[in-house]
Nanobody
Framework: QLQLVESGGGLVHPGGSLRLSCAASGSTLDYYAIGWFRQAPGKEREGVSSISQSGTRTIYADSVKGRFTVSRDNAKNTVYLQLHNLKPEDTAIYYC??????????????????????WGKGTPVTVSS
């Protein structure tokens, strides 16, 4: 059974950077598309970024495009989300998730939490002065 553990969250000033990691065990991430999601108190969970199983597609929500970068290192069985130019509205718990059978789906589907099968417990990111 695939298990995912996020790390790298913390407190950062506006304009700062963090790198989140999603480490997998129990299976290889090579079989899965990986999505990053976030949820702030009182708000719906939203898709932030995804990377396809093949790595040929990367997808970003409009709110983070140009600031966040998703990548995968299959040799380390880890997916990363690099956060730059952080804003207070980025404050949330960030989750990584793995999904199967997502090849060929429209981009919107890879930011849909319902498409993902395995989830980590999240890592909090707080952006504050």
């Amino acid at each position: 059974q695939l298990q995912l553990v996020e790390s790298g969250g913390g407190l950062v000033h506006p304009g700062g950077s963090l790198r989140l990691s999603c480490a997998a065990s129990g299976s290889t991430l090579d079989y899965y598309a990986i999505g990053w999601f976030r949820q702030a108190p009182g708000k719906e969970r939203e898709g932030v970024s995804s990377i396809s199983q093949s790595g040929t597609r990367t997808i970003y929500a409009d709110s983070v495009k140009g600031r966040f970068t998703v990548s995968r290192d299959n040799a380390k069985n880890t997916v990363y989300l690099q956060l730059h130019n952080l804003k207070p509205e980025d404050t949330a718990i960030y989750y990584c998730a793995a999904g199967i059978g997502l090849s060929g789906l429209p981009n919107d589907h890879l930011l849909d939490a319902r498409r993902f099968d395995f989830w980590g417990k999240g890592t909090p990111v707080t952006v504050s002065s």
